[in-house]
């Protein structure tokens, strides 16, 4: 019985680690720390193999301005932009949301690379897709 659990377990745990998990992150907070934390846990998604996309918007936005002056976090002393090039690097998809451009005067070309205005329809669609998890800071 006990090999029967063991085997069940091990099915179980291969056929999750056998297929990409998808996360969805929104950073709306203003606050340089609760940014980080949304950063963090989209980079350990990466890194176990997730597909991630990250909505930025209100004054998270802010931080794929190209020239911010940001404070940088510790341990590694980072920037919450520099945290946000390497999620790039690594592979996360990364949009500001459709209100920000518009309502703060930046333009598309203001944006760092690899950060793109949002399509409310495609945001929508990705978010209602079966199995989507998704965090909000």
Same mark, same amino acid.
């Given at each position: 019985?006990?090999?029967?659990?063991?085997?069940?377990?091990?099915?179980?745990?291969?056929?999750?680690?056998?297929?990409?998990?998808?996360?969805?992150?929104?950073?709306?907070?203003?606050?340089?720390?609760?940014?980080?934390?949304? /950063?963090? +846990?989209?980079?350990?998604?990466?890194?176990?193999?997730?597909?991630?996309?990250?909505?930025?918007?209100? =004054?998270? !936005? &802010?931080i794929?301005?190209?020239?911010?002056?940001?404070?940088k976090?510790?341990?590694?002393?980072?920037?919450?932009?520099?945290?946000?090039q390497?999620l790039?690097?690594?592979?996360?998809?990364v949009?500001?949301c459709a /209100?920000? +451009?518009?309502?703060?005067?930046?333009?598309?070309?203001?944006?760092?690379?690899?950060?793109?205005p949002? =399509?409310p !329809? &495609?945001v929508?669609?990705?978010?209602?897709k079966?199995?989507m998890?998704?965090?909000?800071?």
């Amino acid at each position: 019985m006990k090999r029967l659990i063991a085997l069940s377990a091990a099915a179980l745990f291969t056929m999750g680690a056998a297929h990409a998990e998808e996360l969805f992150v929104n950073i709306h907070s203003g606050n340089a720390m609760a940014q980080g934390a949304g /950063l963090v +846990l989209a980079g350990q998604a990466l890194e176990q193999k997730a597909s991630v996309r990250v909505l930025l918007c209100d =004054k998270a !936005a &802010d931080i794929a301005v190209t020239g911010q002056e940001l404070p940088k976090l510790k341990p590694k002393d980072v920037t919450t932009q520099q945290m946000l090039q390497g999620l790039i690097k690594a592979g996360a998809k990364v949009e500001v949301c459709a /209100l920000y +451009l518009p309502n703060t005067g930046h333009k598309p070309g203001d944006l760092i690379e690899g950060v793109t205005p949002a =399509k409310p !329809a &495609d945001v929508a669609a990705h978010l209602i897709k079966p199995g989507m998890h998704t965090l909000g800071f």
